[in-house]
């Protein structure tokens, strides 16, 4: 199984992609730590964290879970994230420059777009990100579906645990989620218990 299918298989299990952006960056990784305690398979860590490749260094030598990098939007930030060990890289919008460095390196890009045309195009190479997915909701995500039948989409921003559901319906993989997800441990497992 390759690195995308793997990251693809553990996103359909689970539905959501918990995105985490702390101002501390040990936060993040205690955070990411309780989420796969309690069964996720895939965070994304984002580049507003900082500190965030020290951390995600971190995590990563602890040999847990497909660990990512969001709001990546340089080169830069990709070859960092790679020298970390991220499994997969988002970005919120077409990001051209990235797209060399997740190649050579053999690393999973989920490409953002918001518009039928980015989407499409990001949908192309591989998973595609909607963002921000709250302005048009479910029912953007439905009319892309019927123009994009193939296409894995992953719906982010403003979305709330509670309308994830709605977005899963309308053709989702999976719905990343910044906000709302629940502290305690059993109500947090029971989130992320493969369905």
């Known amino acids: 199984m390759d690195a995308t299918d793997r990251l693809l298989n553990a996103l359909a299990a689970q ?7 702390s101002a501390d960056p040990a ?5 990411t730590r309780r989420l796969l305690d309690a069964g996720c398979r895939a965070v994304e860590l984002t580049t507003s964290t900082p500190d965030w490749a020290e951390a995600l260094a971190a995590l ?14 340089t080169a830069e930030q990709a070859e960092s994230a790679v020298r ?5 890289l988002v970005t919120p919008f077409p990001a051209p420059a990235v797209r060399p460095v997740a190649a050579e390196a053999g690393v999973v890009l989920i490409e953002g777009g918001f518009t039928p ?17 709250h302005v048009g909701g479910p029912r953007f995500l439905s009319s892309l579906r019927a123009v994009l039948p193939d296409a894995v989409l992953i719906p982010t921003g403003g979305i709330s645990l509670a309308e994830a ?10 719905v990343g989620i ?3 997800l629940p502290e305690d441990p059993d109500e947090l497992a029971d989130v992320f218990r493969a369905g």
Request: charged fraction near 20%.
């Open 60 to 73: 990563k030598a602890e040999g847990r879970g497909l660990l990512g990098v969001g709001t990546i939007s």
């Open 84 to 88: 970390a060990g991220a499994d997969f």
């Open 165 to 174: 559901p709605s977005y899963l319906k309308a053709g989702a993989l999976a």
């Open 27 to 31: 936060a993040a990784a205690d955070r």
């Open 117 to 133: 045309g980015e989407i499409a195009d990001a949908a192309g190479r591989g998973p595609a990100k909607v963002f921000p997915a």
């Open 178 to 180: 910044g906000s709302g």
């Open 15 to 21: 539905r959501l992609l918990p995105v985490l952006r």
